[in-house]
Nanobody
Framework: QVQLVESGGGLVQTGGSLRLSCAPSGRTFSFSSYVMGWFRQAPGKEREFVAT????????YYTDSVKGRFTISRDNAKRTLYLQMNSLKPEDTAVYYCATSRYANTRNEREYDAWGQGTQVTVSS
């Protein structure tokens, strides 16, 4: 199974920005064949959907709380998924995970297969 590696997390002040990246560790994984998504899990809460992007980047879907602030994108040539996060709020504090799916525009966690280990994002007030 593919191994996904997230990076780019850190500590930022309210209103700041971060860009997360996610890339497969193996050379044989066909990155462009998969829908990709971002999820997050805050302390004491269940993991929740953040955003997803289709195979060629032509369609994106966001949870309401991040619309207008976060942008999901992908570079298939670099086999990398991104999440640009602007205007960060303390409630965005969470571990952020990337994951693969065969289904477009889904927020259903059960329809995602491979997951990364996560990267911590902390937004201070």
């Amino acid at each position: 199974q593919v191994q996904l590696v997230e990076s780019g997390g850190g500590l930022v002040q309210t209103g700041g920005s971060l860009r997360l990246s996610c890339a497969p560790s193996g050379r044989t994984f066909s990155f462009s064949s998969y829908v990709m998504g971002w999820f997050r899990q805050a302390p004491g809460k269940e993991r929740e959907f953040v955003a997803t992007i289709t195979w060629n980047g032509g369609s994106t879907y966001y949870t309401d709380s991040v619309k207008g602030r976060f942008t999901i994108s992908r570079d298939n040539a670099k086999r990398t998924l991104y999440l640009q996060m602007n205007s960060l709020k303390p409630e965005d504090t969470a571990v952020y995970y990337c994951a693969t799916s065969r289904y477009a525009n889904t927020r259903n966690e059960r329809e995602y297969d491979a997951w990364g280990q996560g990267t911590q994002v902390t937004v201070s007030s």
